[in-house]
C-alpha cells in the first residue's frame, strides 16, 4: 500500500448515550478488521483510540523477549526507552505487573495497589494503568498508559476497556514472539 486509508472508526463520532467501552470495543473491532494494514500500523492506531477513550497522554505495548522487555510501539514514541533488561524491570510498575500478573492502577491520590507507579519512562505520573499481556498462562507483555490526574479518578469503563485491550493483543503478541 503506498499510503494508508483512515480507518472509518475515527469518521463515526460515538453517541453521548453509549458507553464508553462499547465505542472503544467497536473502534478496535474496526482497527483489526481493516484490510491491508501492517502489524504495527494497527499496534499503533489501537494506541492511539486507547490513549483517547482512557484519556490518557503516553500509552505503550510492551513484549518480553530474550530476557528484555522491549517496547513495540508507543505514543509518543521518544519518551519510551527501545528496550529494558529483564533483570531491572523491577524498577518499574511493569515488573509488579509481570510478577504479580495483574493490573495496576494508579492515581497521584489514590494509588492502588502500589504508592508510586514509575513508568518505563522513568517518571511518576499522576495517572498510570497498565495491564498484564496474558496468553496460555505466559505474560507475553504489557499495556502501560499514562497521564495527567482526572477530576473524576478512573471510571470503571476505562479499567474494562484496559483488560479488554491486554486481552485483544494477546493472541497477536504472542504469535509475534
Excluded at 497521584?108 to 505520573?125: Q, W
Aim: glycine content about 6%; aromatic content about 6%; proline content about 7%.
Amino acid at each position: 500500500m503506498d499510503d494508508p486509508i483512515p480507518l472509518s472508526f475515527r469518521e463515526t463520532a460515538a453517541s453521548k448515550t453509549e458507553p464508553m467501552i462499547e465505542a472503544f470495543a467497536r473502534d478496535v473491532q474496526n482497527i483489526l478488521g481493516e484490510q491491508g494494514y501492517l502489524i504495527n500500523d494497527r499496534l499503533q492506531m489501537l494506541l492511539v483510540a486507547a490513549r483517547d477513550a482512557l484519556r490518557m497522554e503516553d500509552v505503550c505495548i510492551t513484549q518480553i523477549k530474550k530476557k528484555r522487555v522491549r517496547i513495540l510501539c508507543a505514543t509518543p514514541s521518544d519518551i519510551w526507552p527501545q528496550s529494558v533488561p529483564l533483570k531491572e524491570i523491577d524498577l518499574y510498575a511493569t515488573g509488579q505487573m509481570i510478577r504479580q500478573r495483574t493490573l495496576i492502577a494508579a492515581e497521584a491520590d489514590k494509588a492502588t495497589p502500589i504508592t508510586k507507579a514509575v513508568d518505563l519512562s522513568g517518571r511518576t505520573p499522576a495517572r498510570y494503568i497498565g495491564v498484564p499481556i496474558l496468553f496460555d498462562g505466559t505474560v507475553w507483555g504489557t499495556v502501560e498508559m499514562s497521564g495527567s490526574a482526572q477530576p473524576d479518578g478512573f471510571k470503571p469503563d476505562e479499567i474494562t476497556a484496559a483488560v479488554f485491550l491486554a486481552a485483544v493483543l494477546s493472541v497477536p503478541l504472542a504469535l509475534l514472539s
